[in-house]
């Protein structure tokens, strides 16, 4: 076979990990966000204690990352300073643990499809706190992508069959908080040069997240645990939910390294629309026509942004290029120049 036949192999060899690290991290995101739904909720295994289950992935978490960087040193922890883990690791790790702790506690209330499509809203808080942080800058068009998202979800929830106000609350503070949480990633730790992948997030700042959690969970869950005498531990079950949760951050680990966080944001979207799905066909959660009708305006919003963020990052390396052989460009004419002044002298 000719080279440009092993130039095609090589490209089809790439598409095909690409799609195949997308499947991993799709299969573990659904397998994930259903054992959730599956535990916390009342009319499944009827275990509502979304604190202590947070708990339990974080320490499993901790331990897991502990072992591979400190004992079988498979990935090299970052220098960090105490003052700095302080001033950054920790906000991070408390904005963590409340996003999850209302994330999977809006999982006794709402359906999961109607909470994947409440996360739609995720690019409309990352954006308006990256505005107000001054990390991004307002722009109007972007600003009128992100009322069509809000928009979307919003005839979503009026569609919604099995309205929870208290399960929305959840659901919202929980993209609030996990917005802040990418913002802060950026205004703390990657302005100053450091770099976490899931491996070394997990292991500054699960115990981190694991101390925050337990603030709450000594006031709101733990004298309920202490009147549920009849609850034993179940290993299989919180063993494997806690190995799926520790397994997703590898993936996305894998995802984002091989591929680009670009393409786990469209991955996401066709995640949501299988989970949507599966919750009407599986779990027979409702979805009414108002609910897709809403849903999928907020879809075109959110392909709209991936659209608008890919061309600007293509224009960026274009732009990076096109310094780079001007500067090429005049290094050659100046060795050109010298060239010539050491002929003339000669």
């Not at 799709?26 to 202590?52: A, E, G, Q």
């Not at 966080?261 to 009407?280: E, H, P, R, Y």
């Not at 960026?316 to 010539?340: R, S, T, V, W, Y």
Request: glycine share 6%.
């Amino acid at each position: 076979m000719g080279k440009g036949g092993a130039l095609s192999e090589g490209v089809l060899k790439k598409i095909m990990l690409s799609y195949f690290y997308v499947a991993i991290w799709i299969f573990l995101s659904f397998t994930v966000i259903v054992y959730n739904k599956y535990i916390l909720d009342r009319k499944m295994y009827d275990w509502p204690f979304p604190i202590s289950l947070t708990m339990i992935h974080m320490a499993f978490c901790s331990s897991l990352a502990f072992l591979l960087v400190r004992v079988f040193k498979i990935v090299e922890p970052v220098s960090m300073s105490r003052d700095m883990y302080l001033k950054s690791v920790v906000p991070i790790g408390a904005l963590y643990s409340l996003s999850l702790w209302f994330s999977n506690s809006a999982y006794i209330y709402l359906s999961v499809s109607f909470i994947q499509m409440l996360k739609a809203l995720m690019p409309v808080a990352v954006y308006s706190i990256g505005v107000m942080l001054k990390k991004d800058q307002f722009k109007s068009d972007t600003m009128m992508n992100m009322v069509s998202i809000s928009v979307g979800v919003a005839i979503a929830a009026y569609g919604e069959a099995k309205f929870d106000g208290l399960g929305v609350s959840l659901q919202l503070g929980a993209v609030a908080f996990e917005a802040t949480r990418l913002v802060m990633i950026q205004i703390l730790l990657a302005s100053k040069g450091i770099t976490l992948n899931p491996i070394t997030s997990l292991y500054y700042v699960a115990p981190c997240c694991l101390f925050f959690l337990s603030v709450p969970w000594m006031v709101v869950e733990l004298p309920l645990l202490k009147k549920t005498s009849s609850f034993h531990f179940d290993l299989v079950i919180f063993g494997t939910n806690s190995f799926c949760a520790f397994a997703l951050n590898l993936a996305v680990f894998l995802l984002v390294g091989k591929t680009s966080a670009l393409t786990m944001n469209v991955a996401g979207v066709v995640k949501d629309w299988l989970l949507i799905a599966f919750s009407w066909s599986v779990i027979m959660d409702t979805v009414t026509p108002v609910n897709l009708i809403g849903y999928g305006l907020a879809f075109l919003g959110v392909a709209y942004y991936n659209h608008a963020k890919l061309q600007t990052l293509q224009a960026k390396e274009a732009q990076k290029k096109a310094e780079l052989l001007d500067k090429e460009a005049a290094k050659l004419l100046e060795e050109g120049e010298h060239g010539d002044n050491a002929a003339s002298q000669n």
